[in-house]
Protein backbone atom coordinates (compact mmCIF):
# COMPACT_ATOMS: atom_id res chain seq x y z
CA UNK A 1 0.00 0.00 0.00
CA UNK A 2 2.45 2.59 0.81
CA UNK A 3 3.37 2.38 -2.99
CA UNK A 4 0.15 4.40 -3.80
CA UNK A 5 0.36 7.81 -5.47
CA UNK A 6 -2.59 9.53 -3.64
CA UNK A 7 -4.30 12.75 -5.10
CA UNK A 8 -5.77 15.31 -3.02
CA UNK A 9 -8.37 18.31 -4.82
CA UNK A 10 -7.77 21.20 -2.48
CA UNK A 11 -5.14 22.94 0.12
CA UNK A 12 -6.78 24.05 2.58
CA UNK A 13 -7.15 22.87 6.26
CA UNK A 14 -8.38 19.85 5.75
CA UNK A 15 -6.60 18.97 2.17
CA UNK A 16 -3.23 19.82 3.93
CA UNK A 17 -4.01 17.84 6.97
CA UNK A 18 -4.48 14.92 4.91
CA UNK A 19 -1.65 15.42 2.85
CA UNK A 20 0.65 15.67 5.80
CA UNK A 21 -0.39 13.07 7.44
CA UNK A 22 -0.45 10.44 4.40
CA UNK A 23 3.00 11.77 3.88
CA UNK A 24 4.10 10.72 7.88
CA UNK A 25 2.40 7.26 6.82
CA UNK A 26 4.98 6.80 4.14
CA UNK A 27 2.13 7.94 0.98
CA UNK A 28 3.29 9.31 -1.55
CA UNK A 29 1.16 12.71 -2.45
CA UNK A 30 -0.04 15.43 -4.72
CA UNK A 31 -2.35 18.19 -4.14
CA UNK A 32 -3.82 20.05 -6.57
CA UNK A 33 -5.03 23.21 -5.73
CA UNK A 34 -6.75 25.98 -8.58
CA UNK A 35 -5.47 29.18 -6.72
CA UNK A 36 -2.28 30.57 -8.13
CA UNK A 37 -0.41 30.75 -4.64
CA UNK A 38 -1.12 29.54 -1.55
CA UNK A 39 -2.98 31.35 0.79
CA UNK A 40 -6.06 31.60 3.83
CA UNK A 41 -8.86 33.64 3.80
CA UNK A 42 -10.77 34.43 6.83
CA UNK A 43 -9.50 35.08 10.34
CA UNK A 44 -10.03 32.97 13.37
CA UNK A 45 -10.72 29.17 13.80
CA UNK A 46 -11.12 27.23 17.36
CA UNK A 47 -9.43 24.03 18.03
CA UNK A 48 -10.84 21.46 20.47
CA UNK A 49 -8.95 18.94 22.42
CA UNK A 50 -9.79 16.32 19.59
CA UNK A 51 -7.87 18.84 16.56
CA UNK A 52 -4.98 19.24 19.24
CA UNK A 53 -4.24 15.54 19.26
CA UNK A 54 -4.15 15.89 15.89
CA UNK A 55 -1.77 18.34 14.95
CA UNK A 56 0.34 17.35 17.79
CA UNK A 57 0.40 13.69 16.33
CA UNK A 58 1.40 15.78 13.17
CA UNK A 59 4.23 17.48 14.30
CA UNK A 60 2.76 20.74 14.53
CA UNK A 61 2.42 21.50 18.65
CA UNK A 62 5.36 24.31 17.84
CA UNK A 63 2.76 26.32 15.96
CA UNK A 64 0.14 25.90 18.36
CA UNK A 65 2.46 26.98 21.13
CA UNK A 66 4.10 29.81 19.36
CA UNK A 67 0.56 31.07 17.16
CA UNK A 68 -2.25 30.33 19.07
CA UNK A 69 -4.20 31.94 21.90
CA UNK A 70 -4.63 29.33 24.95
CA UNK A 71 -8.16 30.48 26.85
CA UNK A 72 -8.36 29.49 30.29
CA UNK A 73 -11.70 30.81 30.72
CA UNK A 74 -14.44 31.52 28.90
CA UNK A 75 -17.65 33.56 28.94
CA UNK A 76 -21.07 33.45 27.89
CA UNK A 77 -22.92 37.13 28.39
CA UNK A 78 -26.33 38.82 27.70
CA UNK A 79 -26.32 40.69 24.89
CA UNK A 80 -27.90 44.14 26.58
CA UNK A 81 -25.84 43.83 30.04
CA UNK A 82 -23.15 41.88 29.47
CA UNK A 83 -23.78 39.81 32.66
CA UNK A 84 -22.40 36.46 33.00
CA UNK A 85 -24.81 33.40 31.91
CA UNK A 86 -22.32 30.97 32.01
CA UNK A 87 -18.64 30.33 32.63
CA UNK A 88 -16.45 28.19 30.84
CA UNK A 89 -13.11 26.72 31.24
CA UNK A 90 -11.09 25.87 28.54
CA UNK A 91 -7.79 24.84 29.73
CA UNK A 92 -7.07 22.81 32.61
CA UNK A 93 -10.24 21.10 33.11
CA UNK A 94 -9.99 20.17 29.46
CA UNK A 95 -6.49 18.99 30.06
CA UNK A 96 -7.69 16.58 32.69
CA UNK A 97 -10.10 15.01 31.04
CA UNK A 98 -9.26 15.20 27.87
CA UNK A 99 -5.66 15.75 27.87
CA UNK A 100 -5.57 18.56 25.75
CA UNK A 101 -6.93 22.27 25.76
CA UNK A 102 -8.67 24.63 23.65
CA UNK A 103 -6.70 26.73 21.28
CA UNK A 104 -7.50 29.24 19.62
CA UNK A 105 -5.95 30.36 15.90
CA UNK A 106 -5.50 32.95 12.61
CA UNK A 107 -6.59 30.54 10.23
CA UNK A 108 -3.42 31.33 8.09
CA UNK A 109 -1.06 30.49 10.85
CA UNK A 110 -2.50 27.31 10.84
CA UNK A 111 -2.53 26.90 7.16
CA UNK A 112 0.99 28.24 6.85
CA UNK A 113 2.18 25.41 9.44
CA UNK A 114 0.59 22.75 7.70
CA UNK A 115 1.95 23.75 4.09
CA UNK A 116 5.58 24.49 5.27
CA UNK A 117 5.59 21.19 7.24
CA UNK A 118 3.88 19.07 3.85
CA UNK A 119 6.58 21.33 1.45
CA UNK A 120 9.28 20.28 3.59
CA UNK A 121 8.54 16.48 3.25
CA UNK A 122 8.47 17.13 -0.03
CA UNK A 123 8.87 20.56 -2.27
CA UNK A 124 7.00 19.47 -5.00
CA UNK A 125 3.89 18.18 -3.31
CA UNK A 126 1.54 21.40 -3.75
CA UNK A 127 0.69 21.92 -7.57
CA UNK A 128 -0.95 25.43 -7.68
CA UNK A 129 -2.97 27.44 -10.31
CA UNK A 130 -4.49 23.87 -11.81
CA UNK A 131 -8.48 24.31 -11.81
CA UNK A 132 -10.26 20.63 -11.48
CA UNK A 133 -12.68 20.46 -14.87
CA UNK A 134 -13.59 16.80 -14.49
CA UNK A 135 -13.18 13.63 -12.22
CA UNK A 136 -13.22 10.11 -13.79
CA UNK A 137 -12.50 6.53 -12.76
CA UNK A 138 -11.90 2.95 -13.06
CA UNK A 139 -11.13 -0.14 -11.40
CA UNK A 140 -7.30 1.00 -11.33
CA UNK A 141 -7.26 4.45 -10.45
CA UNK A 142 -8.77 7.73 -10.50
CA UNK A 143 -8.35 10.55 -12.97
CA UNK A 144 -7.98 14.51 -12.64
CA UNK A 145 -8.34 16.26 -15.82
CA UNK A 146 -8.00 20.44 -15.37
CA UNK A 147 -8.92 23.53 -17.15
CA UNK A 148 -5.59 24.32 -18.71
CA UNK A 149 -5.87 20.56 -20.17
CA UNK A 150 -3.18 18.76 -17.98
CA UNK A 151 -4.73 15.89 -16.37
CA UNK A 152 -3.16 13.47 -13.08
CA UNK A 153 -3.90 10.36 -12.70
CA UNK A 154 -3.69 8.49 -9.06
CA UNK A 155 -4.52 5.41 -7.27
CA UNK A 156 -6.15 7.12 -4.66
CA UNK A 157 -8.56 10.33 -5.23
CA UNK A 158 -9.39 12.33 -2.44
CA UNK A 159 -12.00 15.52 -2.54
CA UNK A 160 -11.24 17.77 -0.10
CA UNK A 161 -12.84 21.08 -2.34
CA UNK A 162 -15.31 22.53 0.25
CA UNK A 163 -19.01 22.79 0.66
CA UNK A 164 -19.39 22.83 -2.91
CA UNK A 165 -17.38 20.34 -4.37
CA UNK A 166 -16.63 18.99 -7.67
CA UNK A 167 -15.85 15.97 -7.02
CA UNK A 168 -18.53 15.01 -4.64
CA UNK A 169 -20.96 16.36 -7.47
CA UNK A 170 -19.46 13.69 -9.49
CA UNK A 171 -19.85 10.89 -7.17
CA UNK A 172 -23.50 12.01 -5.79
CA UNK A 173 -25.19 14.49 -7.85
CA UNK A 174 -25.99 17.84 -7.17
CA UNK A 175 -26.40 17.48 -3.63
CA UNK A 176 -26.05 21.74 -3.13
CA UNK A 177 -25.94 22.76 0.40
CA UNK A 178 -28.75 24.16 1.83
CA UNK A 179 -29.28 27.87 2.85
CA UNK A 180 -30.14 27.73 7.08
CA UNK A 181 -31.63 30.70 7.51
CA UNK A 182 -28.42 32.61 9.16
CA UNK A 183 -26.03 34.94 8.14
CA UNK A 184 -22.46 36.13 9.99
CA UNK A 185 -20.06 38.73 9.77
CA UNK A 186 -16.43 38.32 10.65
CA UNK A 187 -13.46 41.39 11.23
CA UNK A 188 -10.53 41.58 12.93
CA UNK A 189 -9.56 44.57 14.78
CA UNK A 190 -6.35 45.69 16.47
CA UNK A 191 -5.92 45.16 19.83
CA UNK A 192 -4.26 47.98 21.29
CA UNK A 193 -7.36 50.07 19.66
CA UNK A 194 -9.61 47.71 22.18
CA UNK A 195 -10.71 49.12 25.74
CA UNK A 196 -9.29 46.30 28.38
CA UNK A 197 -12.27 47.06 30.59
CA UNK A 198 -14.77 45.13 27.60
CA UNK A 199 -12.05 42.00 26.82
CA UNK A 200 -13.37 40.65 30.35
CA UNK A 201 -12.49 37.67 29.57
CA UNK A 202 -10.97 38.18 26.03
CA UNK A 203 -12.37 34.86 24.32
CA UNK A 204 -16.20 35.20 24.91
CA UNK A 205 -19.50 34.65 23.62
CA UNK A 206 -22.68 36.98 23.45
CA UNK A 207 -26.20 35.75 22.82
CA UNK A 208 -29.41 37.76 22.35
CA UNK A 209 -32.49 36.71 20.94
CA UNK A 210 -31.84 35.57 16.86
CA UNK A 211 -28.27 37.18 17.52
CA UNK A 212 -24.85 35.78 18.30
CA UNK A 213 -21.61 37.39 18.62
CA UNK A 214 -17.99 35.31 19.52
CA UNK A 215 -14.89 37.15 20.14
CA UNK A 216 -11.26 36.12 20.69
CA UNK A 217 -7.71 37.40 20.41
CA UNK A 218 -5.27 35.99 17.51
CA UNK A 219 -2.18 36.81 15.99
CA UNK A 220 -0.19 36.49 19.25
CA UNK A 221 -2.78 39.00 21.16
CA UNK A 222 -2.45 41.86 18.01
CA UNK A 223 -5.78 41.25 16.88
CA UNK A 224 -8.78 40.55 18.01
CA UNK A 225 -11.36 38.29 16.15
CA UNK A 226 -15.25 38.69 16.01
CA UNK A 227 -17.66 36.43 14.34
CA UNK A 228 -21.10 37.88 14.67
CA UNK A 229 -24.62 35.79 13.78
CA UNK A 230 -28.02 37.02 12.61
CA UNK A 231 -30.69 35.37 11.36
CA UNK A 232 -31.76 36.16 7.96
CA UNK A 233 -34.84 35.22 5.58
CA UNK A 234 -32.96 35.12 2.11
CA UNK A 235 -29.53 34.82 1.19
CA UNK A 236 -28.53 34.76 -2.68
CA UNK A 237 -25.08 35.63 -2.56
CA UNK A 238 -21.85 33.71 -3.67
CA UNK A 239 -18.70 33.58 -1.05
CA UNK A 240 -17.82 34.03 2.66
CA UNK A 241 -15.67 37.20 1.54
CA UNK A 242 -18.54 39.09 0.32
CA UNK A 243 -18.44 42.89 1.39
CA UNK A 244 -19.97 43.99 4.28
CA UNK A 245 -19.79 47.84 6.09
CA UNK A 246 -19.94 49.02 9.87
CA UNK A 247 -22.83 50.85 9.66
CA UNK A 248 -25.11 47.48 8.54
CA UNK A 249 -23.53 45.81 10.90
CA UNK A 250 -24.35 48.05 13.90
CA UNK A 251 -27.63 48.28 12.60
CA UNK A 252 -28.20 44.48 12.94
CA UNK A 253 -26.82 44.74 16.39
CA UNK A 254 -28.44 47.79 17.40
CA UNK A 255 -29.78 47.66 21.65
CA UNK A 256 -26.46 45.33 22.15
CA UNK A 257 -23.97 45.81 25.40
CA UNK A 258 -21.33 48.70 24.03
CA UNK A 259 -18.86 45.59 25.15
CA UNK A 260 -19.82 44.54 21.81
CA UNK A 261 -20.53 47.61 19.79
CA UNK A 262 -17.71 49.27 20.34
CA UNK A 263 -15.46 46.35 18.88
CA UNK A 264 -17.94 46.50 15.88
CA UNK A 265 -17.15 50.44 15.65
CA UNK A 266 -13.09 49.77 15.51
CA UNK A 267 -13.41 47.26 12.88
CA UNK A 268 -11.47 48.74 9.40
CA UNK A 269 -14.04 48.79 6.18
CA UNK A 270 -11.38 46.43 4.57
CA UNK A 271 -11.12 43.75 7.98
CA UNK A 272 -15.43 43.64 7.17
CA UNK A 273 -16.91 40.62 5.78
CA UNK A 274 -20.63 38.44 5.57
CA UNK A 275 -21.69 35.29 4.28
CA UNK A 276 -24.49 32.77 4.40
CA UNK A 277 -24.48 29.99 6.69
CA UNK A 278 -25.07 26.49 4.27
CA UNK A 279 -25.09 23.06 5.63
CA UNK A 280 -26.71 20.04 4.22
CA UNK A 281 -28.32 15.99 5.25
CA UNK A 282 -25.37 14.22 6.32
CA UNK A 283 -24.35 11.78 3.76
CA UNK A 284 -24.33 7.81 4.33
CA UNK A 285 -21.19 7.01 2.51
CA UNK A 286 -17.66 9.46 1.36
CA UNK A 287 -16.37 7.01 -0.86
CA UNK A 288 -17.17 5.46 -4.54
CA UNK A 289 -14.27 3.39 -5.68
CA UNK A 290 -11.04 5.15 -5.68
CA UNK A 291 -12.22 8.36 -4.42
CA UNK A 292 -13.30 9.66 -1.16
CA UNK A 293 -14.18 13.31 0.11
CA UNK A 294 -12.83 15.03 3.46
CA UNK A 295 -13.78 17.67 5.04
CA UNK A 296 -16.31 20.32 4.32
CA UNK A 297 -16.68 18.09 0.81
CA UNK A 298 -18.05 15.30 2.90
CA UNK A 299 -20.00 16.98 6.31
CA UNK A 300 -20.84 21.21 5.85
CA UNK A 301 -21.36 22.32 9.07
CA UNK A 302 -22.70 25.52 10.67
CA UNK A 303 -19.88 26.91 12.95
CA UNK A 304 -21.87 27.01 16.69
CA UNK A 305 -19.78 24.68 18.28
CA UNK A 306 -16.38 25.52 15.92
CA UNK A 307 -15.76 22.11 14.69
CA UNK A 308 -15.75 22.77 10.97
CA UNK A 309 -11.69 22.88 10.73
CA UNK A 310 -11.60 20.50 13.51
CA UNK A 311 -13.65 18.06 11.55
CA UNK A 312 -11.42 18.06 8.36
CA UNK A 313 -7.96 17.74 10.12
CA UNK A 314 -9.55 14.98 12.07
CA UNK A 315 -10.50 13.48 8.45
CA UNK A 316 -6.95 13.60 7.01
CA UNK A 317 -5.55 11.66 10.53
CA UNK A 318 -8.18 9.21 10.29
CA UNK A 319 -7.75 8.26 6.33
CA UNK A 320 -4.18 8.20 6.27
CA UNK A 321 -4.53 5.90 9.82
CA UNK A 322 -6.91 3.54 7.76
CA UNK A 323 -4.88 3.32 4.71
CA UNK A 324 -1.66 2.89 6.73
CA UNK A 325 -3.79 -0.76 8.61
CA UNK A 326 -5.28 -1.91 5.33
CA UNK A 327 -4.29 -4.38 2.35
CA UNK A 328 -6.26 -2.08 -0.25
CA UNK A 329 -7.54 0.97 -0.98
CA UNK A 330 -10.84 -0.47 -0.39
CA UNK A 331 -10.15 -1.94 3.00
CA UNK A 332 -8.62 1.59 3.51
CA UNK A 333 -12.10 3.81 2.52
CA UNK A 334 -14.24 1.20 5.01
CA UNK A 335 -12.23 1.60 7.65
CA UNK A 336 -12.04 5.38 7.32
CA UNK A 337 -15.52 5.76 6.94
CA UNK A 338 -16.49 3.55 9.66
CA UNK A 339 -14.36 5.58 12.02
CA UNK A 340 -15.49 8.76 11.02
CA UNK A 341 -19.21 8.85 9.50
CA UNK A 342 -21.18 8.58 13.21
CA UNK A 343 -18.71 10.82 14.46
CA UNK A 344 -19.07 13.70 11.84
CA UNK A 345 -22.57 13.13 11.31
CA UNK A 346 -22.98 13.67 15.28
CA UNK A 347 -21.01 17.18 15.44
CA UNK A 348 -23.42 18.31 12.30
CA UNK A 349 -26.76 17.60 13.87
CA UNK A 350 -24.97 18.47 17.21
CA UNK A 351 -24.11 22.05 16.01
CA UNK A 352 -27.81 22.71 14.55
CA UNK A 353 -28.89 22.19 17.76
CA UNK A 354 -26.14 24.75 19.42
CA UNK A 355 -27.48 27.08 17.12
CA UNK A 356 -31.07 26.91 18.16
CA UNK A 357 -29.93 27.11 21.77
CA UNK A 358 -27.76 30.15 21.81
CA UNK A 359 -30.63 32.36 18.97
CA UNK A 360 -33.51 31.65 20.85
CA UNK A 361 -35.90 34.60 21.61
CA UNK A 362 -35.80 33.97 25.47
CA UNK A 363 -31.92 35.17 26.61
CA UNK A 364 -32.75 35.31 30.09
CA UNK A 365 -33.48 31.79 30.32
CA UNK A 366 -30.43 30.78 28.89
CA UNK A 367 -28.60 29.35 31.72
CA UNK A 368 -31.84 27.79 33.11
CA UNK A 369 -32.22 26.22 29.58
CA UNK A 370 -28.56 25.15 29.63
CA UNK A 371 -28.30 24.10 33.71
CA UNK A 372 -25.55 26.23 33.42
CA UNK A 373 -23.22 24.38 30.56
CA UNK A 374 -21.62 25.12 27.72
CA UNK A 375 -23.19 24.03 24.40
CA UNK A 376 -20.09 21.62 23.86
CA UNK A 377 -20.23 20.41 27.14
CA UNK A 378 -21.25 16.75 28.25
CA UNK A 379 -22.25 15.65 24.60
CA UNK A 380 -19.19 13.93 24.12
CA UNK A 381 -17.76 16.13 21.45
CA UNK A 382 -14.18 16.41 22.98
CA UNK A 383 -14.05 12.59 24.04
CA UNK A 384 -13.13 11.71 20.57
CA UNK A 385 -9.12 11.35 19.65
CA UNK A 386 -8.43 10.57 15.98
CA UNK A 387 -4.68 9.83 17.02
CA UNK A 388 -6.14 6.35 19.15
CA UNK A 389 -9.78 6.04 17.43
CA UNK A 390 -9.85 2.28 16.26
CA UNK A 391 -9.35 2.19 12.40
Not at 74 to 80: E, G, I, K, P, S
Request: hydrophobic share 40%; aromatic share 8%; net charge negative.
Amino acid sequence: MKHLNIGIVGAGIGGLSAALALQRAGFRVQVFEQAPQLGEVGAGLSLSPSAAHALNHLGLHEVLEAKAYKPEDQCVRHYQDARPLVWINRGRELIERYGERYYLIHRADLHDGLAAAVRRNDPEAIRLGVRGAHVSQDSSGARVDFADGSSATVDLLIGADGSRSAVRHTLFGALEPQYTGYIAWRGLVPMALVPPEILEPPSGVFVGPGHLVNRYPVRGGQLLNFVAFAERKDWTEEGWSIRSTVGELLAEFEGWTPWVRRFMELVSPDQLFKWGLFDREPLSSWSRGRITLLGDAAHPILPFLGHGAVLAIEDGVVLARALAASASVEEGLQRYEGARLERAAFVVLESRKAGRTFHAPDTDSYQKRTQGKAADEGIGLFSYNPVTQLV
